[in-house]
């Protein structure tokens, strides 16, 4: 399985984006699929996940009430929907995705990763 995340860029304070993850699976119902971001000197860290139905979502206390993560399935494709940006929220965010339904906070629960894309808050 393979993901492509986009979306990243350049905004200021208290602005918005959104990240999008394609997948490249017919079985994306099947699969969880978590944010994550890692900033310089920076552990990765979770940000978001979402169940291979939708139906269930789980974000970090660092973002909660700022992001809203979704998933279309006719596209393949996961949204991490970014408001009220803060400059500590420019990292690297990545995509992953696990071959079971029920995410996990952890990384290393997760079995493939996208690319990463860049998110820069200025102040």
């Known amino acids: 399985v393979q993901l492509q995340a986009s979306g990243g860029g350049l905004v200021q304070a208290g602005g918005s984006l959104r990240l999008s993850c394609a997948a490249s699976t017919r079985t994306f119902s099947s699969h969880a699929i978590g944010w994550f971001r890692q900033a310089p000197g920076k552990e990765r860290e979770f940000v978001a996940a979402i169940t291979g139905n939708g139906r269930y979502t789980k974000s970090a206390d660092s973002v909660k009430g700022r992001v809203t993560i979704s998933r279309d399935a006719a596209k393949n494709t996961v949204y991490l929907q970014m408001n009220s940006l803060k400059p500590e929220d420019t990292a690297v965010y990545y995509c992953?995705?696990?071959?079971?339904?029920?995410?996990?906070?952890?990384?290393?629960?997760?079995?493939?990763w996208g690319q990463g894309t860049q998110v820069t808050v200025s102040s």
């Open positions: 992953a995705g696990r071959g079971t339904s029920l995410f996990t906070t952890d990384p290393s629960g997760y079995n493939y």
